[in-house]
């Protein structure tokens, strides 16, 4: 079993052990505490029944944990539907000042001697925060002009916990999170104060983020990446654990899937209910902070996911905050036909500048607080759009963030996962990202390996797929075969896709690494998965960890994914130009199956690059076609070396002497001696 960190002494969610598999959704979600109209329109995808939720909010309820989630005092308060108090907490008798804060910011941030509170509720008549720091009795916080309530607390201090307590426009009380809480009990539980500034980085500040055209991407969910069955979630220290594995593979950046606070501990992450706090399953901020340190140690970048298309939608501290729903979540949300997404009813808001202004400072958190190397925006065609009808104010919100982002880091890569086709999102007049997730690379070069017939794998959408851009330039878009999407929702693995029941089997093994390699030697910026570069089979769940024992059994193609990385950052200095931008798919066989293109980036020995794809059953020999130019062109890859499986045929490959005499549109030409099955061979000129 690996490391764990200790788990924190918190109160413990009522639903930490829950395991409902995600597969019918790619947004799973948990146990709710959320008005039902905030889940309508969701249908079956990504969500429990409406029965379920009931009896699963009604055991929160009761339980232990739940009713001394709130501190000594708060534990004998009688509470109506969970949030609802019929008894306030008695005041304070702490003296404290009557006046609002004068100091800036949002949510809890802590001064020399005490700590400010400041919260949005426009709509509330008086806010009170109770906590660790006046023994749960109540402080008045005072109102502000702009509808914000807040006040400097004396003695509040990191690490304590903290509620407040909101009288609604209607006169009733509610204990309610912090929307801006940095750190949680749970989802279900207190807030709590957090000092970003405490964190003693020590190998952050060597680091240096490399640039987008050598930037090779690994999609991790920290709960599954390294765990075992039959506990809780993987967190921030086991996947410290397993840093090695990736510099060693090659990788250069992180793309952690959604890891903000979210329903119970079990979860894709895409139902986060508390945007700013990390998840308390994984560990404490420190902990992440602890990860994001050790990866750039290992000369590795971390880029969040981040989820602003919809919130929860369980357990969600914004949904009523202030006692005004207008007939849906209220003030963060949209109330109209715009609050309805593929996940539920809670759209936020992106009219309101309060509500922009809450989503940006959270994704300007990640990147001060924890020093994120980027972040990667979920679904943003949900955002740009309601309902499929365009949404200038999600416009608006998307290039805020960058504008922002811009300003105080241009050097952070910021990622939208959009898959609408539409240049705009990385357009610099649009909204302005710096490359986007593209479907037009995975979907036909997935139709393509997973055909069961050669005759059905269609070499020119491939070439299409290929030589793809945005707005003509190739680090605009991201280009994978397996994402965390691609293999769940009714679809698996490539391998099991491929393979079937023979997921380690021949065919598998060659046509997911034909995969690999387009992946790696195509324009775009490289995504894997995780687990991929081991031949990880299935699909993805949020309770099957990863099988490390594969690394092991498929040595090989470890070794193969290894070998492909070194060749995109050219760390050989002879293949230069598979950085570059410039591509040419200059010789495309539907007959045989054959697919050969030109990567170069200046050009000349040592740059220019020739990757040969064969993905047809047959063994080709002396196979023409046309190169750049004459002389000798070195075998730099060949997969279907046995090295890499001993089942492959290890078609020996040799060198290619080119001369002039133009095949393909080329100026010169050579001859393959040998083309394995479903084989790729990748050649380049010493310099």
Same mark, same amino acid.
């Given at each position: 079993?690996?490391?764990?960190?200790?788990?924190?002494?918190?109160?413990?969610?009522?639903?930490?052990?829950?395991?409902?598999?995600?597969?019918?959704?790619?947004?799973?979600?948990?146990?709710?505490?959320?008005?039902?109209?905030?889940?309508?329109?969701?249908?079956?995808?990504?969500?429990?029944?409406?029965?379920?939720?009931?009896?699963?909010?009604?055991?929160?309820?009761?339980?232990?944990?739940?009713?001394?989630?709130?501190?000594?005092?708060?534990?004998?308060?009688?509470?109506?539907?969970?949030?609802?108090?019929?008894?306030?907490?008695?005041?304070?008798?702490?003296?404290?000042?009557?006046?609002?804060?004068?100091?800036?910011?949002?949510?809890?941030?802590?001064?020399?001697?005490?700590?400010?509170?400041?919260?949005?509720?426009?709509?509330?008549?008086?806010?009170?925060?109770?906590?660790?720091?006046?023994?749960?009795?109540?402080?008045?916080?005072?109102?502000?002009?702009?509808?914000?309530?807040?006040?400097?607390?004396?003695?509040?201090?990191?690490?304590?916990?903290?509620?407040?307590?909101?009288?609604?426009?209607?006169?009733?009380?509610?204990?309610?999170?912090?929307?801006?809480?940095?750190?949680?009990?749970?989802?279900?539980?207190?807030?709590?104060?957090?000092?970003?500034?405490?964190?003693?980085?020590?190998?952050?500040?060597?680091?240096?983020?490399?640039?987008?055209?050598?930037?090779?991407?690994?999609?991790?969910?920290?709960?599954?990446?390294?765990?075992?069955?039959?506990?809780?979630?993987?967190?921030?220290?086991?996947?410290?654990?397993?840093?090695?594995?990736?510099?060693?593979?090659?990788?250069?950046?992180?793309?952690?899937?959604?890891?903000?606070?979210?329903?119970?501990?079990?979860?894709?992450?895409?139902?986060?209910?508390?945007?700013?706090?990390?998840?308390?399953?994984?560990?404490?901020?420190?902990?992440?902070?602890?990860?994001?340190?050790?990866?750039?140690?290992?000369?590795?970048?971390?880029?969040?996911?981040?989820?602003?298309?919809?919130?929860?939608?369980?357990?969600?501290?914004?949904?009523?905050?202030?006692?005004?729903?207008?007939?849906?979540?209220?003030?963060?949300?949209?109330?109209?036909?715009?609050?309805?997404?593929?996940?539920?009813?809670?759209?936020?808001?992106?009219?309101?500048?309060?509500?922009?202004?809450?989503?940006?400072?959270?994704?300007?958190?990640?990147?001060?607080?924890?020093?994120?190397?980027?972040?990667?925006?979920?679904?943003?065609?949900?955002?740009?759009?309601?309902?499929?009808?365009?949404?200038?104010?999600?416009?608006?919100?998307?290039?805020?963030?960058?504008?922002?982002?811009?300003?105080?880091?241009?050097?952070?890569?910021?990622?939208?996962?959009?898959?609408?086709?539409?240049?705009?999102?990385?357009?610099?007049?649009?909204?302005?990202?710096?490359?986007?997730?593209?479907?037009?690379?995975?979907?036909?070069?997935?139709?393509?390996?997973?055909?069961?017939?050669?005759?059905?794998?269609?070499?020119?959408?491939?070439?299409?797929?290929?030589?793809?851009?945005?707005?003509?330039?190739?680090?605009?878009?991201?280009?994978?075969?397996?994402?965390?999407?691609?293999?769940?929702?009714?679809?698996?693995?490539?391998?099991?896709?491929?393979?079937?029941?023979?997921?380690?089997?021949?065919?598998?093994?060659?046509?997911?690494?034909?995969?690999?390699?387009?992946?790696?030697?195509?324009?775009?910026?490289?995504?894997?998965?995780?687990?991929?570069?081991?031949?990880?089979?299935?699909?993805?769940?949020?309770?099957?960890?990863?099988?490390?024992?594969?690394?092991?059994?498929?040595?090989?193609?470890?070794?193969?994914?290894?070998?492909?990385?070194?060749?995109?950052?050219?760390?050989?200095?002879?293949?230069?130009?598979?950085?570059?931008?410039?591509?040419?798919?200059?010789?495309?066989?539907?007959?045989?199956?054959?697919?050969?293109?030109?990567?170069?980036?200046?050009?000349?020995?040592?740059?220019?690059?020739?990757?040969?794809?064969?993905? &047809? *059953? #047959?063994?080709?020999?002396?196979?023409?076609?046309? +190169?750049?130019?004459? !002389?000798?062109?070195? $075998?730099?890859?060949? @997969?279907?070396?046995?090295?890499?499986?001993?089942?492959?045929?290890?078609?020996?490959?040799?060198?290619?002497?080119?001369?002039? &005499? *133009? #095949?393909?549109?080329?100026?010169?030409?050579?001859? +393959?001696?040998?083309? !394995?099955?479903?084989? $790729?061979?990748?050649? @380049?000129?010493?310099?």
């Amino acid at each position: 079993m690996p490391t764990r960190i200790p788990p924190p002494s918190r109160p413990a969610s009522s639903a930490t052990t829950s395991r409902a598999s995600n597969e019918a959704g790619a947004k799973p979600s948990r146990t709710s505490s959320t008005p039902s109209s905030a889940r309508q329109g969701a249908g079956g995808k990504d969500f429990f029944d409406d029965v379920r939720q009931r009896k699963s909010a009604e055991v929160q309820l009761r339980s232990p944990q739940a009713q001394s989630s709130r501190g000594a005092h708060a534990r004998d308060l009688p509470r109506q539907d969970g949030t609802l108090v019929a008894e306030l907490p008695a005041k304070s008798a702490v003296p404290m000042p009557t006046q609002p804060s004068s100091r800036p910011g949002m949510g809890a941030i802590p001064y020399d001697g005490g700590t400010t509170f400041r919260v949005w509720a426009p709509n509330a008549q008086r806010v009170q925060v109770a906590g660790d720091f006046s023994n749960w009795q109540a402080v008045e916080l005072q109102r502000e002009a702009s509808g914000n309530f807040s006040l400097d607390v004396p003695g509040a201090k990191a690490g304590e916990q903290y509620q407040y307590v909101v009288q609604g426009k209607y006169g009733d009380w509610r204990w309610k999170g912090d929307p801006r809480a940095n750190d949680v009990t749970n989802s279900t539980g207190n807030s709590v104060i957090v000092d970003h500034q405490a964190y003693q980085w020590k190998h952050d500040w060597d680091f240096k983020m490399p640039p987008w055209n050598e930037a090779v991407i690994y999609e991790m969910h920290v709960g599954t990446f390294n765990d075992e069955p039959g506990w809780g979630p993987g967190n921030w220290q086991s996947a410290i654990d397993k840093l090695d594995h990736l510099k060693d593979l090659g990788i250069n950046v992180i793309e952690v899937m959604p890891s903000a606070e979210f329903a119970a501990d079990f979860s894709w992450g895409y139902n986060p209910a508390y945007p700013n706090a990390p998840e308390s399953a994984y560990g404490s901020p420190d902990d992440l902070k602890r990860f994001v340190d050790e990866a750039h140690k290992r000369g590795i970048g971390v880029v969040m996911d981040v989820v602003y298309n919809h919130l929860g939608p369980s357990d969600l501290p914004q949904w009523d905050f202030d006692g005004e729903t207008y007939g849906k979540g209220g003030s963060y949300f949209y109330t109209d036909w715009r609050a309805k997404t593929p996940w539920g009813d809670t759209r936020p808001d992106y009219g309101r500048h309060e509500v922009r202004d809450y989503l940006r400072d959270n994704a300007m958190m990640w990147l001060r607080d924890y020093h994120m190397d980027g972040l990667r925006l979920d679904a943003t065609k949900e955002i740009r759009q309601a309902s499929g009808a365009d949404n200038p104010q999600g416009w608006q919100l998307l290039k805020d963030i960058n504008e922002a982002v811009n300003r105080e880091f241009p050097q952070k890569l910021i990622i939208a996962e959009d898959l609408g086709n539409e240049p705009g999102v990385t357009h610099p007049q649009g909204a302005g990202f710096d490359s986007q997730w593209d479907a037009n690379f995975v979907h036909p070069v997935r139709a393509a390996l997973t055909a069961f017939s050669d005759n059905d794998r269609d070499m020119n959408a491939v070439a299409r797929a290929i030589g793809f851009k945005y707005n003509g330039s190739a680090t605009q878009r991201v280009i994978y075969t397996e994402s965390h999407d691609e293999v769940a929702n009714g679809k698996q693995r490539l391998p099991s896709e491929v393979g079937g029941w023979d997921s380690g089997g021949y065919h598998a093994k060659k046509r997911s690494l034909i995969g690999a390699a387009l992946t790696m030697t195509s324009p775009g910026i490289p995504m894997l998965f995780q687990g991929q570069e081991f031949l990880e089979d299935g699909h993805f769940q949020d309770g099957d960890p990863l099988d490390w024992k594969k690394k092991e059994s498929f040595a090989g193609i470890n070794q193969a994914y290894t070998d492909l990385i070194k060749l995109r950052r050219n760390w050989n200095d002879n293949t230069a130009g598979l950085r570059g931008e410039n591509v040419n798919v200059h010789h495309v066989n539907d007959n045989d199956k054959v697919i050969a293109f030109h990567r170069w980036d200046k050009g000349g020995a040592g740059d220019d690059t020739i990757v040969i794809v064969n993905f &047809g *059953g #047959k063994q080709l020999s002396n196979y023409e076609l046309g +190169l750049p130019s004459d !002389g000798t062109w070195k $075998v730099r890859f060949n @997969s279907d070396w046995q090295g890499y499986s001993g089942d492959f045929g290890n078609a020996q490959s040799f060198d290619v002497g080119g001369h002039w &005499g *133009g #095949k393909d549109g080329m100026p010169a030409s050579g001859a +393959l001696n040998n083309l !394995g099955p479903y084989s $790729v061979v990748i050649l @380049s000129k010493d310099k």
